[in-house]
């Protein structure tokens, strides 16, 4: 049958609705998690293992469960802890089951882009949880849309489980196998049925995807720190092109796509994304983290008096640095963790009292000390100059500033809000020119060398497009995230 065909039968027979019921940092990208366990309440254990992922984002959260016979699922706005009640949780029957908690990269933040997203097709229906960006979502979904398929949200996932639903094809490795010929970008997927459970990573394996054991079931999560949350044993990451599948036969590897030349998992994962906790392609990234402060400190030493971090990411780079430079290390900046989010309030001036919320210095212990501080990376340069001058007013004599990661001169299409280009520090301004904006006394960013030793992974490994502008999958046009909203 015809995709057109396909797509006019789905509209023909689809139900209603499936829902019973910015700042100076890389923001962050999805988290999802899927379970299949027979002798387990899944949608408790997705609930507990999107609490580890609530660090990849803070917009919306939703759970999708099946029992064997249908999909159900819940959606809400906001956190994990504030979109369900323990009531909810248990609305949630069956065996299998999977969740998201959701930052937007294409599409806004409002209720209908909330996932899983839920597709049908003659035979088929499915839930998907989507880590990624797909860059040729605009031109599929005109496709899918002139073939007669209808939408209901204004992100990229819907259109991969509609490709996937709508697929020409009955197994499911042939509809893996033609879902990867159409999309092209990142895809770390979670993927049921309502009696089975699947897991998807792109070909190129930008985003993480891993798989973990239960006692008596499977578990599928963005990273490994979810699984330890609900007591499942890391077995293995999903290779780049792979996807496997979870029934009552157990777990198998379904298609595996022949290997790219290279590839392209995104680096900031390991200064940024990943909780410290986690382990990627079989390095914690804390001690990652850590080795990226040695080599700033080989790279950019300077006399001072006490090596601080700005708080949470970049701590552990904090400590490697004053390991190496021998320069003691402290704190000179607490964060209140209830202030909220400053990317995510309405205007500049709201953003810069973010700040302030957010971080308060230590006069005490940083007074009339010359300070090396430690972040992760400067993207915009709007929270950074606000930082340095806390510090100064809480009594440094010096604020020499270092960053774990290279300059940041490109956006990124591959499921990161990072800013358009016009809006990168580093694409408008020289290393001198960026250290005057910020109020530094110096500034040192880590080389791309660097960052790699740091790793321990050969340049070929990662995508590192929006340091160096070389994108490993070809992107002609600056996809603006709403260009599949509807005026």
């Not at 031109?139 to 204004?154: H, I, M, P, V």
């Not at 205007?347 to 430690?374: H, S």
């Amino acid at each position: 049958m015809s995709l057109t065909a396909l797509c006019q039968r789905s509209s023909q027979q689809t139900p209603e609705s499936a829902n019973d019921a910015e700042g100076d940092y890389a923001h962050e990208a999805c988290g999802v998690v899927g379970v299949y366990s027979r002798n387990d309440d899944v949608a408790r254990v997705v609930f507990f293992g999107l609490h580890a992922l609530q660090h990849r984002g803070q917009e919306s959260v939703g759970i999708a469960s099946g029992d064997g016979t249908r999909i159900h699922v819940r959606t809400s706005m906001g956190l994990v802890g504030q979109a369900f009640h323990e009531d909810e949780v248990a609305d949630l029957p069956g065996y299998v089951a999977i969740g998201h908690t959701r930052y937007s990269t294409t599409g806004s933040s409002q209720i209908c882009n909330a996932q899983p997203s839920i597709s049908r097709g003659p035979g088929v229906e499915l839930a998907l949880a989507h880590n990624g960006n797909v860059i040729n979502a605009l031109e599929l979904r005109d496709e899918l849309a002139e073939a007669g398929c209808r939408f209901t949200s204004t992100s990229d996932s819907e259109i991969i489980s509609q490709i996937l639903a709508m697929a020409p094809e009955v197994t499911w490795d042939k509809r893996v196998a033609y879902a990867m010929r159409r999309l092209r970008g990142a895809y770390s997927l979670a993927v049921m049925t309502k009696d089975s459970l699947l897991g998807i990573r792109d070909p190129m394996g930008v985003r993480p995807l891993c798989i973990g054991r239960l006692e008596d079931g499977w578990v599928i999560a963005s990273e490994t720190c979810a699984l330890d949350h609900v007591g499942a044993e890391f077995v293995r990451e999903i290779e780049p092109g792979e996807a496997v599948q979870i029934d009552e036969s157990g777990l198998r590897t379904i298609y595996r796509r022949t290997p790219e030349a290279i590839s392209a998992m995104c680096v900031f994962e390991h200064i940024y994304f990943a909780r410290p906790d986690s382990y990627l392609s079989g390095k914690l990234v804390y001690s990652s983290r850590q080795a990226m402060g040695v080599e700033l400190a080989k790279e950019h030493p300077v006399d001072a008096d006490l090596v601080i971090g700005v708080p949470d990411s970049a701590t552990a780079a904090a400590v490697g640095y004053a390991r190496e430079s021998g320069i003691p290390y402290g704190e000179g900046l607490v964060k209140n963790r209830y202030a909220g989010r400053t990317f995510i309030l309405p205007d500049q001036r709201q953003r810069d009292l973010g700040v302030r919320r957010k971080l308060n210095p230590l006069p005490d212990l940083i007074e009339g000390k010359r300070l090396v501080v430690v972040d992760d990376s400067i993207v915009r340069g709007t929270t950074t100059p606000h930082v340095v001058n806390l510090l100064h007013r809480g009594g440094a004599s010096e604020v020499h500033l270092r960053i774990c990661a290279p300059p940041i001169m490109w956006p990124c299409h591959y499921g990161v809000d990072m800013a358009t280009r016009r809006e990168l520090i580093a694409s408008n301004m020289d290393v001198p020119e960026i250290r005057d904006f910020v109020g530094a006394d110096s500034l040192g960013f880590l080389s791309h060398e660097g960052l790699l030793r740091a790793i321990g992974k050969k340049r070929n490994k990662f995508c590192m497009a929006c340091f160096t502008g070389e994108y490993p999958i070809p992107v002609q046009l600056e996809m603006d995230k709403l260009a599949l909203e509807v005026g």
